[in-house]
């Protein structure tokens, strides 16, 4: 199939979107980077934006397939295993680097977690494939915002999560554990290589100047419109420009509690001897 639908989900919490992308004829769907709400204040979690998800997917008739997470998020906590709950039979998948970023965080926040992989039913390498039914899903490893984002290719659209936003916004920051600039630059440039009607949804709109919501564009706007990164803008420029802009960024609020979660598959830290569930929250890490 060479033309999905898309529908887009927005939570203007997070600044996050949400994308159900399925052939309207066979109804094969696959869902990508689904969120749990998260209140920091009462230090709570619902399903409100995957029952969204949900009620859109069964309206729909959909056979939702397969969840895959763009990247282990660094400002909204996954609802991953929610849309397994949902779903019975579907599967998580993530990138095969995953397990970069686990060992990292495992280390830093002293987390009790399985740094393997093992927690995602389908680990996705540079170039790897596979068939959610109708749908042909295509992984295109994207270092740099982490070690482990991946877009993917569904058609003629691919999904950027944080490494490509809209052109008026440019690209994902580069500061965390095991970011970098220069790997950024090389992703995006893998991207800029597809054909320049190719459809890019990205993974956040940060409606810069009180814009309305965007976040479809194409690769043929990002190559002469992003503001950060354009086609003919060279490695030096932008690795300075991009090192220079991230010094000056504050970390994303829910960089711990996400990172907690989202590296363990979407799952909560399991309950201590006390019954309870504690997000942990280390101090002077920046």
């Not at 630059?185 to 993974?203: C, H, M, W």
Request: hydrophobic share 40%; charged share 20%; proline share 5%.
């Amino acid at each position: 199939m060479s033309t999905p639908a898309v529908k887009a989900f927005f939570d203007p919490a997070t600044w996050t979107l949400t994308y159900v992308v399925y052939d309207p004829a066979t109804k094969d769907a696959v869902l990508i980077d689904p969120v749990m709400d998260f209140d920091p204040l009462s230090v709570s979690v619902s399903k409100d934006s995957v029952e969204q998800v949900a009620e859109f997917v069964k309206s729909q008739g959909l056979k939702l397939h397969v969840s895959l997470e763009t990247h282990a998020h660094a400002d909204h906590l996954s609802g991953a295993q929610l849309v397994k709950e949902a779903f019975d039979g579907i599967k998580v998948g993530a990138a095969a680097s995953i397990t970069v970023v686990q060992k990292t965080f495992a280390g830093l926040l002293n987390m009790d977690i399985a740094t393997d992989g093992s927690q995602f039913d389908v680990l996705l390498a540079d170039g790897d494939s596979f068939q959610a039914g109708s749908l042909k899903v295509e992984a295109i490893h994207t270092p740099g915002h982490t070690p482990a984002c991946t877009t993917y290719k569904i058609g003629d659209a691919i999904f950027t999560g944080d490494t490509m936003f809209m052109p008026d916004f440019g690209t994902g920051r580069c500061d965390f554990p095991a970011g970098s600039a220069e790997d950024l630059y090389n992703s995006i440039q893998k991207l800029y290589e597809l054909p320049d009607a190719t459809r890019v949804f990205v993974g956040h709109d940060y409606q810069p100047g009180g814009r309305e919501l965007e976040y479809e564009t194409t690769i043929g706007a990002a190559k002469t419109q992003n503001i950060q990164l354009k086609a003919d803008t060279s490695k030096e420029e932008f690795v300075t420009w991009r090192s220079e802009r991230d010094a000056t960024l504050r970390p994303p609020k829910l960089i711990f509690q996400s990172i907690q979660v989202n590296a363990d598959g979407g799952k909560l830290p399991k309950a201590e001897d006390n019954g309870q569930v504690y997000l942990k929250l280390p101090m002077g890490i920046f």
